[in-house]
């Protein structure tokens, strides 16, 4: 069965720091480009940021540029989204997915995980 489990979410003040972790199991997702998004209190889905297969390509949101940074470790199938400077506005359910493709260009994604909960309070 193939799965995305994150981890890495909690409670944590204004201006504080997550590393949130995205563990592939099932299959690699090596050969895959995979991105985070992010679901806040009464708000849709949105994208976060995203990561081509090899980790030399990223791209994130407008609103998190400069202050989080995606990475992944192919070799242990887990994908990261280190955030600083943490914001109440950054609270949400941060999910991981993984793309069919390999590039991050007007990619799709077809696999998710549950979600991890980050609050962040002022």
């Known amino acids: 069965q193939v799965q995305l489990v994150e981890s890495g979410g909690g409670l944590v003040q204004a201006g504080g720091s997550l590393r949130l972790s995205c563990a592939a199991s099932?299959?690699?997702?090596?050969?895959?480009?995979m991105g985070w998004f992010r679901q806040g209190p009464g708000k849709e889905r949105e994208f976060v940021a995203a990561?081509?297969?090899?980790?030399?390509?990223?791209d994130y949101s407008h609103s998190v540029k400069g202050r989080f940074t995606i990475s992944r470790d192919n070799a242990k199938n887990t994908m990261y989204l280190q955030m600083n400077s943490l914001k109440p506005e950054d609270t949400a359910v941060y999910y991981c997915?993984?793309?069919?493709?390999?590039?991050?260009?007007?990619?799709?994604?077809?696999?998710w995980g549950q979600g991890t909960q980050v609050t962040v309070s002022s």
């Open positions: 990561i081509n297969w090899s980790g030399s390509s990223t």
């Open positions: 099932g299959r690699t997702f090596s050969g895959n480009a």
């Open positions: 997915a993984a793309s069919p493709r390999r590039y991050i260009t007007n990619t799709d994604y077809n696999t």
